[in-house]
């Protein structure tokens, strides 16, 4: 009951600022090949490796990936640089 409340509260947030919301066809996951690559990345590369307690260590761990992702880890596609350090560069 609380996903109806939630999508429906999205589709509102969308309106009102003239957002067009887009779906994949159900049994479709190629059609979001970015989401499905990035759950499959945090399946494989560290849910199935570490042993989780709470909720809240998931997050604080997924927190703490995605801030070494965006600002440690170099990206050779980009010149070797993290992409934060890219940005000021591509503005």
């Known amino acids: 009951m609380s996903e109806i ?3 429906g509260a ?3 947030w969308a309106v009102r600022r003239g957002v067009v919301l ?10 979001n ?5 990035h759950n ?3 399946r ?3 849910l199935a490796h ?6 809240a260590e998931v997050q604080q761990y997924a927190t703490q990936r995605l801030w070494s992702y965006n600002n440690e880890r170099p990206n050779t596609v980009i010149g070797g640089v993290p ?4 940005m000021p560069i591509a503005t």
């Open 10 to 12: 999205l589709r509102d």
């Open 5 to 7: 409340r939630e999508s």
């Open 40 to 42: 499959k990345t945090v």
């Open 83 to 86: 992409p934060k350090q890219k």
């Open 50 to 55: 570490y042993l989780f307690e709470t909720v």
């Open 33 to 37: 090949a970015y989401i499905e690559r």
């Open 44 to 46: 494989y590369d560290w």
């Open 22 to 31: 887009q779906f994949i066809q159900p049994g479709k996951p190629q059609q």
